[in-house]
């Protein structure tokens, strides 16, 4: 019977068990020009234990940030940064991919260079708020991206994804979930457009069909990985058709060989997780919905019973940096501080107790 510390090879990466570190975003890039710091690679470093590490969503372009204090990969002094984070996850022995993660409509100017607005694929705002140093904002209509823009945003995950591999990761994450641009372009009430980056399912799936092509063109499809939130309505995303959307993108990134699938589970959808499961041939990563708890040690059985591959845990690892060893021995676990999620110190962010 497979377990979850059994080892795994993840398109030629050994992984030493199949507990994923989700990746979550924790606005604690303070170095020059959005970069990590000391403190990053100590966090990233004590939780390489994981079988792999999925980083904090990190932006592909300026424009793509849509929070304060997140990192990105579009400049020489990030990836020079980043390599001080993949440096210590190896000194560990650790496996870890960078989550490529556009925003989109989800932000605010203030967040941006003097001039420089969100984008989106239509001209249609997000309701609800955004967090920024100034307070709470309302998400801003985003400017709807041209033709030419869409093919240059591609451009940006793909020259993102090989600074990825010139700081050191093994390979990358396309953020195609939880309301950002990739999953934008997929929502029939964020994308309004009638060209070929809407208008139908095949237009719709294009923008995420054609990132995930140009990616694994550049840095190789056994170094890309996709993750994926089919039904959830995270920053006012709605979804017509959703088996039919999504039968689709599985089907049409399934010939593309890529490392994983990373499915973020919305509540209800398991019959829809199945579903591609058994389109999907390659290795999926499973982030079950627990209906407001965090994953625990009882979704270990879908590792068991083949439901995933791999199964990523999210808060219970921000407080647990060595999640695997506890679930091995059954706890106890840390519980997560929320108030120090996002932004602060190493208070709720280095400093949860280790079993040893």
Known sequence: MTSAFDSYDLAGASLKNRIVMAPMTRSRAYGAGATPTDLNADYYAQRASAGLIVTEGTQ????????????????????????MVTDAVHAEGGVIFAQLMHSGRIGDPDLLPDGVINVGPSAVAADGQVYTHAGMKPFPVPRELTHEEVLSTIVDFTTAARNAIAAGFDGVEIHGANGYLVHQFLATNANQRTDSWGG????????????????????????????????????????????????????????????????????GQRELTLRIRKVWDGTLILNPSTEGRPTGPEELSLLEDGTADLLSYGALFLANPDLPARLAAGGPFNTPDRATSFGGDHRGYTDYPSLV
């Open 60 to 83: 592909p372009s300026v424009v793509g940030q849509g929070y304060p204090d997140t990192p990105g990969l579009h400049s020489t002094e990030q990836v020079a940064a980043w390599r």
């Open 200 to 267: 139908s399912v095949d237009g719709r799936i294009r923008f995420a069909a054609e990132v995930a092509t140009a990616v694994a063109g550049a840095i190789g499809a056994d170094r890309t990985g996709i993750r994926l939130s089919p039904g959830n309505p995270l920053h006012d995303i709605a979804e017509e058709g959703l088996d039919e959307t999504y039968d689709a993108l599985v089907t049409a990134l399934a010939p593309l060989g890529l490392a994983y699938l990373h499915v973020m589970e919305a509540p």
